[in-house]
């Protein structure tokens, strides 16, 4: 199966930044951008010249709730970073920081390399392991709810094992650390030295209040996948009521700092380039990422939350002699010369720090989740437009993907959030007007994708103007929302407005546009990816296979 080209989703922090406001914000790097009131007024020209049809929705009756198992690409979207071949290979799920292709990042693998070299056998049967890189999140989610297996996992924190507990898999703890790490916040320097004059010590509650005030922007990464987001975010729940993070004073809080905070990252890397790029200047991050990453060496680091030890657990299906061997690799990841490759790398650092106590269980985690999926936003609803590429050259797999997509995810779209749809070929077409996600919508939108038929040329750019206007005209209604334009394309724009026409109006109104391609060639994918870039959003290459997953992580964070 084909990989994602461009590696992992990353989301832009901007796109909390860049909420359709009457001011430009200044995510576009654009020489020639218009001035956001130019942008308008040239985009209303635009669309009267363009005419588009709307098309009157049928109600999906026969609607069938998705479930996340739907949304789930097959484990294998998940690279193997190192293959065993013993007659007893346990197969681990272990994090990106240990995991990872090239030095620092692969202590685990170059463990596990040493480890299927030794010659270990248990009753007469050679013992090897193979590693899997996945996220701490993510394994937990293919744990619950799509029937993967591995025989141990290594999550970076303790959390993980928790949460799944309480959703009814049961661990056993083969050991409470395997390489020492911890969580923290970082700060450029500039932005500590003003926050140390005005706040005093670095903390959770300290930095949460600074951003408030407007000392610094701070941003985290999604707590659904990434165990520093999870960390932080809980944290955060604490430091608004330390006596109960989950009670309605905590939520309220995080709902009044959500409200003009940036969106949730994917990954670290994400933030790093957001970071680079002067759009925040105060970010979470592990101690072991940030003392190997020289971009970083103006930035102050402080531990915060609870620690990333890498606790690792086994299963009830991993028996017998699985188990001894399971067992077995752990202690030789414990011995001297491992923990010796694991200091090298930037593990073992900070072992004087002890864990924040937030007072919370394995399901108090999983409903801090729910928490912040519920209110990420703020009081912010979002508003979204879905433009859809319906021309011939998407004829086959590639609508099937498009249709099978959007259908399994939209489960992820909060009802509290606003969607229309646009589709196009030659002509345009308003499939959906903007409306509330409500159930009612839900129908309608079900019924309009199922509905998509190919056929005609590819006037991509004329739908995304299209798109645009709908954006516009439904924040007249909901004048705090967040605008997000998704296009669905193969990328083989041939009839209607170029690219280079319409970038000045998209640079000036300072929307995301996040593209996402199905099956596209390299030149197909250029022209995408430059659409995305104009406001610093993303675009998404990804085969059939796995653009559900991509795109339930998209949701999650987004809407």
Sequence with gaps: MKKVINGVISLALAVSLTACSGVKTGNSTLDNALSYDDAVSELDTFVKDIKPTTVSPRLDVDMSEASVADSLADIDTFEIMLTGSGSINIEIAAPSEFSGSSYPDEWLVAVGQNFNKEGYTINGQSVSVSIRKISSGETLTYITEGGYKPDVYIPSNYMWGDMLNASGVNTTLLADRLAGNTAGILLSQDVYDTYSEKHGEVTVDGVLQAAIEGDLVFAYTNPYTSATGMNILCSMLHSFDPSDPLSENAVSKLVEYQNNAPTAAYTTSILKASAEKGI????????????????????????????????????????????????????????????????????????????????????????????????????????????????????GTRINSLKESLLNTMQYIDSSNYVGLVSYSDDVYINLPVAKFDNTQRAYFSGAVKDLNVGGQTATYDAVLVGLQMLLDAKKDVPDANCMLFVLSDGAQNAGYSLNRITPIVGGLGISVYTIGYEMSDSDKAQLKSLSEINEAVCIDADSEDIVNELRNLFNVNM
């Design 280 to 395: 925040i200047n105060a970010m979470v991050m592990e101690k072991q990422t940030y003392i190997n990453t020289a971009d970083l060496k103006n930035y102050v680091y402080t531990p915060a939350g609870v620690r990333h030890d890498h606790p690792a657990y086994a299963f009830s299906w991993t028996e017998g002699d699985r188990l001894e061997a399971a067992k077995m690799f752990i202690d030789y990841c414990l011995t001297d010369e491992a923990q010796k490759m694991a200091t090298d790398r930037g593990f073992n650092l900070d072992d004087d720090y002890v864990s924040e106590d937030y007072g919370m269980t394995g399901s108090d985690y999983l409903s801090a989740q729910k928490v912040w999926k519920t209110n990420k936003n703020g009081s912010r609803p979002t508003i979204a437009v879905f433009v859809t590429d319906i021309s011939g050259s998407m004829n």
